[in-house]
T-cell receptor
Framework: NAGVMQNPRHLVRRRGQEARLRCSPM?????VYWYRQLPEEGLKFMVY????????ESGMPKERFSAEFPKEGPSILRIQQVVRGDSAAYFC????????????FGSGTRLTVV | AQSVAQPEDQVNVAEGNPLTVKCTYS??????LFWYVQYPNRGLQFLLK??????LVKGSYGFEAEFNKSQTSFHLKKPSALVSDSALYFC????????????FGTGTRLTVIP
């Protein structure tokens, strides 16, 4: 009965490279959320997806960042041409369709840009 | 838009003493409110939620939270703190009424002193 699975746990990229972060939701959960946490800061909402649909991307930077949740496979958060300021912990959460039940979080991917 | 606020960045309490971590909310309609805990280098874990009903909500690890409509507060409490309770605590509410995606407070770091 696996929870939310994120991989990799740690990712190191050089400036200018691409980072791809993967998230597999809990079984039965069709909603996925991505959050970013900078050191000693709170969680900042990035994007909310359902299968094949972006529901709310109001927290996504306008450039270089994109997210998808295809019909098959995990959700992907993609950061192109990474910069040092992208270094953070990226957390994925999932929930069932009914609202008001809160989330289950993954353990996060810690991205370090060198 | 709806939001929560955590007025204290840091709370220190002696082991065995009662603890309170504060949260206030700005929510229209009936509020859905959540508490999560984050241990070092881990994802967030659900503690408890308030949707409706009793104002005192009991959750995991001996924590409880008191919903106070007149003070628009949802403070997290525990009668006797443990050193292992030292962690980062987040209050959350849906970003819009009826929405699935959550707005998180800035977090309160709880340190329990042996």
């Amino acid at each position: 009965n696996a929870g939310v699975m994120q991989n990799p746990r740690h990712l190191v990229r050089r400036r200018g490279q691409e980072a791809r972060l993967r998230c597999s939701p809990m079984k039965g959960h069709s909603h996925v959320y991505w959050y970013r946490q900078l050191p000693e800061e709170g969680l900042k909402f990035m994007v909310y997806l359902q299968k094949e649909n972006i529901i709310d991307e109001s927290g996504m930077p306008k450039e270089r960042f994109s997210a998808e949740f295809p019909k098959e496979g995990p959700s992907i958060l993609r950061i192109q041409q990474v910069v040092r300021g992208d270094s953070a912990a990226y957390f994925c959460a999932s929930s069932p369709p009914a609202g008001g039940n809160g989330y289950t979080f993954g353990s996060g991917t810690r991205l370090t840009v060198v | 838009a709806q939001s929560v606020a955590q007025p204290e960045d840091q709370v220190n309490v002696a082991e065995g003493n009662p603890l309170t971590v504060k949260c206030t909310y700005s929510v229209s309609g009936n509020p859905y409110l959540f508490w999560y805990v984050q241990y070092p280098n881990r994802g967030l874990q659900f503690l408890l939620k308030y949707i409706t009903g009793d104002n005192l909500v009991k959750g995991s690890y001996g924590f409880e939270a008191e919903f106070n409509k007149s003070q628009t507060s949802f403070h997290l409490k525990k009668p006797s703190a443990l050193v292992s309770d030292s962690a980062l605590y987040f209050c959350a509410s849906p970003r819009q009424s009826g929405a699935n995606n959550l707005f998180f407070g800035t977090g309160t770091r709880l340190t329990v002193i042996p």
